[in-house]
């Protein structure tokens, strides 16, 4: 049965499978799953034992589907193949585990490295035919999100829809990250984050990136995009990264200002920008002219001539009073 990590995670709670598959590489739902396995198998007392291929010789799967537990009834047993198993291991598999498990054995594959094809391949659908076979790959941001408002159901705060997408976003679906966030805002004595009072907490802990200065231009927070600037300059991130995000932007208000209503609402959706956010843009695009517009992009363009050494000029200075052009108050 193949399946992906949510309805996984209900499936290993309500039903029992003689064996189970992981493959793909999502660290967090990876480790999520383990969690969920072990804890599973030790509330019924199973021995567990772990297995590492192709350190151990392949021929070691025999004596591990052979053996019997010595210290209970039942076992998991993980079989981590950091590797693609070759023609000889995929011989072994099938010769020993297309076969009815007994009660008493489950086993855990997972694959690090198998691609589609060769997921399609006989010796891997024998393999998997009578197991829960998770699919793992890379959280989206709508995946990002759903992630974060289940596991912050076991923390003493909340986290409002802005606040909860602005950590996806922040971590660009890198879940360990996100569950780094959840742990120290944990800490605060704060048992409620909204978009405002979590900038703060992020703030304190976390660096800065050219999303977060992205994000308080649009805001039209003069002093912290400047703190946020003056932060990436400290960091030594590249010009060109400070620029593209900037200008991508511009871009965003510039396209937002030519749409109806309608067009807007499918830019919107298209670049995850939440409908408590939509007036901000809304109000901002309004308020730049043609011509506004136009300097801008003049500006943008001569700070790229600059960091292309076509051009002459201090790049700091110069993107300094491109941030503060982008601010009407």
Known sequence: ???????????????????????????????????????????????????????????????????????????????????????????????????????????????????????????FESVSRAALHIQLWPSSIPEAIRIIKDEVKQYNFSLTQDATMLIAQKTEGNMLAAEQILQLLAMQNIKAFDCHNIHQCLDDFMSYDVFDLAQSITAQNHPRSLKILEHLFKEGIEPAIILWAILKEIRLWIKLSLQSTAERQKTFTTHNIWRSKQPFYTKLVSRFSKKAYSDLIERCLHIDFIIKGAATGNLKIELTQLVSKLHLS
Do not use: C
């Open 1 to 123: 049965m193949k399946t992906n990590y949510f309805e996984a995670l209900g499936l290993i709670h309500t039903k029992a499978f003689p064996s189970y598959i992981i493959t793909g590489n999502n660290p967090f739902q990876k480790k999520k799953l383990l969690d969920a396995l072990t804890l599973k198998y030790r509330q019924q007392n199973a021995e567990l034992t772990r297995h590492y291929f192709p350190e151990e010789s392949y021929d070691s799967l025999f004596h591990i589907h052979t053996s019997t537990s010595l210290f209970s009834q039942s076992r998991l047993s993980l079989l981590i193949f950091s590797k693609s198993p070759d023609k000889q291991a995929q011989k072994i598999l099938v010769e020993i585990f297309n076969e009815q498990h007994s009660d008493e054995n489950t086993y855990l594959f997972i694959f690090e490295s198998l691609n589609a094809s060769q997921q399609r391949a006989k010796w």
